[in-house]
């Protein structure tokens, strides 16, 4: 429930956390320009990683790698072709060795590592914190690994997909989607599976179930570990359907108080990277993580991209 008790050009409102929990009634003085203001900047910073040298818009291939040689250059020839006039014919090759990644740099051929010549040869952890990332012209790549499989992901600084970024539609800022939610966790460990856009599932460490209402509704949301001092939370919606990407979206919130307390805050859903492009292996909603509710709110799907 929301009450106004001043004037809406001074923007302060009684406003229930709970997003309008008839149970709780504990309403507190919240300021609604401040707060939208907050989206606005949180967007603002999403926007600039996006179209950052290291955002999801440059990405120009991924190539997995099989076990042996895969040699990588701009030729057809190539195991891994990388774009034509980016890069020499042959550039020289990757040698998979039981998940570990070499590689090996073709004669006269000057490629970076982290912006320093690599002059013969480089040895790849996958996913490890201290790879490097390699640089030809105005290409980028790097090692992933996804489950068992390793794969190198290539950027393209120059890409069109940053130049002709036009923004991100987004739904009104609504204050109904801002929701304190209590974190339950398990007296057991819990595991969740998480399937990615390969069809691949893991199962990840439950960080515990977010508990909120809508409309006097309750919901729940699994979340998994987010990183320093906030959870992360992929979910679906009806809205799916037709405004928001197909496959959900994710929003992170943090960790909860000493009373088991959190704000999940719908207004800074977004998408996934793979809406943005084809070279991302997103994971996707849990079953239990699909809501009966729409969610008008956060980030709509990405229309430059064809999916």
Not at 144 to 159: F, H, N, P, T
Not at 163 to 183: H, L, M, Q, S, W
Not at 268 to 293: D, E, G, I, R, W
């Amino acid at each position: 429930m929301k009450f106004s008790v001043f004037n809406s050009v001074i923007g302060w409102s009684l406003f229930a956390l709970s997003c309008g929990s008839p149970k709780e009634n504990r309403e507190i003085l919240f300021d609604t320009i401040a707060y939208k203001l907050e989206v606005e900047n949180w967007h603002t910073k999403r926007i600039e990683e996006l179209t950052s040298e290291n955002g999801w818009l440059n990405l120009a291939g991924l190539f997995w790698l099989k076990e042996g040689i895969n040699t990588f250059g701009s030729s057809e020839n190539n195991d891994v072709i990388f774009p034509k006039g980016k890069i020499v014919e042959r550039a020289g090759y990757f040698k998979v060795n039981q998940g570990i990644v070499k590689m090996e740099v073709a004669h006269d051929v000057q490629i970076t590592q982290n912006g320093n010549q690599v002059l013969n040869e480089l040895i790849f952890s996958p996913d490890s914190t201290t790879n490097p990332t390699l640089g030809y012209g105005s290409l980028r790549w790097f090692v992933i690994q996804r489950d068992k499989i390793v794969g190198i992901r290539l950027r393209a600084i120059e890409s069109a997909g940053v130049k002709n970024f036009k923004g991100i539609n987004r739904y009104p800022t609504n204050t109904d989607f801002r929701c304190e939610a209590r974190v339950e966790k398990s007296t057991e460990p819990k595991m969740i599976d998480i399937t990615n856009v390969l069809g691949q599932t893991t199962s990840q460490a439950s960080h515990g179930t977010l508990v909120f209402e809508i409309k006097g509704e309750e919901y729940r949301l699994d979340a998994i570990d987010g990183g320093k001092d906030e959870l992360f939370i992929i979910f679906g919606d009806p809205t799916n359907s037709h405004d928001t990407y197909p496959s959900g979206r994710y929003v992170y919130v943090k960790r909860p108080d000493e009373l088991g307390k959190t704000i999940l805050d719908f207004n800074k859903s977004y998408n996934p990277p793979c809406a943005f492009t084809p070279f991302a292996t997103c994971p996707l909603p849990p079953k239990q993580n699909v809501l009966s509710v729409a969610i008008t709110a956060g980030e709509k799907n990405y229309s430059a991209y064809e999916h």
